[in-house]
């Protein structure tokens, strides 16, 4: 198991692109390269949006994107490039692994509000049956689904996921 360097249980990244969102991914970076482009070699007027692109596809990469969670004996702190996460151990009242069936099955019928598509899904999960869920996945599998007292579920995709879950479960 990783051990992060401060003596906490475990620090673990935000897992790899599965192939669908990385072809996702690739294909939402098209546009503003095409768009910068256009306007670089046939005087396009397609500067503007492809700047305003460029800007948010930062904006995702630093404010949406968490780049580590990291297990702690008190808490589970989430880390994006601007901000941290505390989930206070306390609280976590129960941490499993689940499969998009399983989810389905839990949440219901889902709707993302947040940042989808450019490195994975970011910020919200609206779903029939739980209401809104926080969801930083990356992934189609590996979900780890963090079930909180008094707040709003976690979905999340760590690398090593069945680590994560031992780390954050022990």
Partial sequence: MPVAANGGAGSFRLAAMSPVILWLTLGLWVLPVVFLASAAFWSSPLWLPGLILLAIYG??????RPTRFVVHRDM????WPLK???IRRDRIAAVRLVNPRE???EAGWCLRMGAGGLW?????LWTQRRG????Y???????IWIECAGGRPWLLTPEQPEAFLRALSG
């Fill in 59 to 64: 904006w995702v990469w630093l404010g949406f």
């Fill in 76 to 79: 589970l702190e989430v880390i």
């Fill in 84 to 86: 941290r996460r505390e």
């Fill in 103 to 105: 989810l389905r099955n």
């Fill in 120 to 124: 994975g899904g970011f910020g919200w």
């Fill in 132 to 135: 809104l869920i926080h969801m």
């Fill in 137 to 143: 996945v990356s992934r189609t599998d590996g979900l």
